[in-house]
C-alpha cells in the first residue's frame, strides 16, 4: 500500500534493503539483516518514526543522522572555516581539537542538552575559566547549527552560556610605558609596541601592515578589510609619534621585506620573555601587552575623542566590546567626585531665600 514502504533486495547484496518516504524524499537504507523478516521489522520502526515526527512528538532521526558523530560536525565546520577566511582561524583549530578529544566519538544525535551541561560542567572542575567554555560551546553550537541548515540533523540540542565577567582591568600609565619601552633592548620591537600604544590596533592587524598600505602623499595607512579582524577596513591618519614611528620604520626597512613592522626581515612573532623583563625593570611587573589595547582606548576618550571616531581608530564595531575596555578606573571617579564638589562650592549662596515652615502655611479653598 502506498505510505507503507517496501522491502528489496540489490543485485549481488547479501542483505535485505528498505525504502520509505519520508517528507516527499524516499529514503532507502541496509537493513543488515539476510532475514527478510528482520528487513520488514526494521521497516515497521521506521515507518512508527515517520509518524511520530509528523506529530511533532519526536524528530525523526533517519539512518545518516544515526551515523553522524560530533567529530564528523567539527570536521565540517572547520573546513566551513577555512573557505571563508576565518581570522583567527589557528585559535579556533586549537578549541575545535579539544572539543573533538573529548567529545568526537559521540553521536550527533546523542547529544543533548544535558550532555552539553554535563561537558560544560567538568570543563570548569578542570580548572577552565567560563570565557573559555563558551568560546568552545559556541564553537559546538556552530558545528550543529551548520548541520541543521545543510539538512544533515533535524534538530540541535539547547546550549546554555555562562556569566562572563572578563572586562580588561589593567592599563598604563604613560611614563610607566616608556619605561616599559626603553627596556625592551629592541628598536623594531619597541615600534611595534608604541603603535599598539597610541592605536590600540590588534597585534594581528598590526603585523599585516605592509607598505602598500601607507599613502605617503596623504601621509595616512589604510588597513585592508582581508587584514581586519571585523572584516571592515579604516584609514589611520599619521600625526605626531605616529609620523614619527613610520619615519624610523623607513629607515628601517630592509630589501625584500614588505612589512612595516618586522625583526631584520621578518615577521614579529611573541615576545614574552622579553617583554616580562622589561616589565620587571620599569618596575610594573605582571603588564601584559594586551593592556595597551584598553590603555589607547581610554587614552583617546579622556582626551575628548568622539566615541565613534576612537572606536574607528582600534577597530571596535560594537558599543559593547568597546565599553569594555573603557573601564571607569578609581582615578576617574575620584576626579568625578572632585568636579562634583567644585560645581557645588561654585553655585552663589541662597541668602535671603525664607524657608517653607510647613506648620505656619495655611491654604484657604475659595
Known amino acids: 500500500m502506498r505510505g507503507t514502504g517496501r522491502v528489496f533486495k540489490r543485485p549481488n547484496s ?67 572555516f577555512r573557505v571563508r577566511g576565518l581570522k583567527s582561524l589557528a585559535k579556533t583549530i586549537g578549541h575545535l581539537r579539544i572539543l573533538r578529544a573529548t567529545l568526537g566519538d559521540l553521536r550527533a544525535i546523542d547529544v543533548g542538552a544535558e550532555a552539553v551541561n554535563r561537558y560544560i560542567e567538568r570543563q570548569l ?51 610607566d610605558f616608556f619605561a616599559v619601552l626603553s627596556n625592551l633592548g629592541d628598536q623594531d620591537i619597541a615600534d611595534f609596541m608604541e603603535w599598539f600604544f597610541w592605536t590600540g590596533m590588534r597585534p594581528g592587524e598590526i603585523r599585516s601592515l605592509t607598505w602598500q598600505t601607507f599613502d ?26 605616529l609620523r614619527e614611528i613610520i619615519q624610523r620604520r623607513t629607515m628601517a626597512r630592509q630589501f625584500g621585506c614588505d612589512l612595516i613592522f618586522h625583526r631584520n626581515g621578518t615577521r614579529i612573532g611573541t615576545f614574552y620573555k622579553r617583554w616580562k623583563r622589561a616589565c620587571q625593570l620599569a618596575g610594573v611587573a605582571g603588564k601584559i601587552p594586551y593592556d595597551l589595547r584598553r590603555t589607547a582606548v581610554r587614552n583617546m576618550v579622556r582626551s575628548g575623542v568622539p566615541e565613534r571616531v576612537a572606536m574607528s581608530i ?50 484657604s479653598v475659595q
Open 125 to 175: 572542575a578542570e580548572g577552565r575559566s567560563p570565557a573559555t567554555v563558551n568560546r568552545r560551546t559556541t564553537l559546538l553550537g556552530e558545528a550543529f547549527r551548520l548541520a541543521v541548515r545543510r539538512r544533515q540533523l533535524s534538530s540541535m540540542p539547547d546550549i546554555s552560556k555562562l556569566r562572563e565577567d572578563n572586562a580588561r582591568q589593567g592599563f598604563f600609565a604613560s611614563q
Open 314 to 363: 582600534s577597530g571596535h564595531r560594537t558599543r559593547a566590546i568597546f565599553d569594555r575596555y573603557n573601564i571607569v578606573s578609581e582615578r576617574d571617579l575620584r576626579e568625578a567626585v572632585s568636579k562634583t564638589m567644585a560645581y557645588v562650592k561654585s553655585l552663589p549662596d541662597s541668602q535671603g531665600a525664607v524657608p517653607l515652615n510647613r506648620q505656619t502655611v495655611s491654604v
Open 14 to 80: 547479501t542483505f535485505w534493503w528498505i525504502a520509505y518516504c519520508h517528507r516527499g524524499k524516499e529514503i532507502r537504507e541496509s537493513s543488515g539483516a539476510a532475514e527478510k523478516k528482520d528487513a520488514e521489522r526494521l521497516l515497521k520502526q521506521r515507518l512508527k518514526e515517520i509518524g511520530a515526527d509528523s506529530l511533532g512528538l519526536k524528530a525523526f532521526v533517519g539512518p545518516k543522522q544515526d551515523r553522524l558523530t560530533v567529530g564528523d560536525l567539527l570536521a565540517a565546520l572547520e573546513s566551513d
Open 216 to 241: 605617503r602623499e596623504t601621509w595616512t595607512l589604510r588597513l585592508h578589510a582581508k587584514d581586519a579582524k571585523t572584516g571592515h577596513g579604516r584609514v589611520i591618519p599619521l600625526e605626531g609619534s
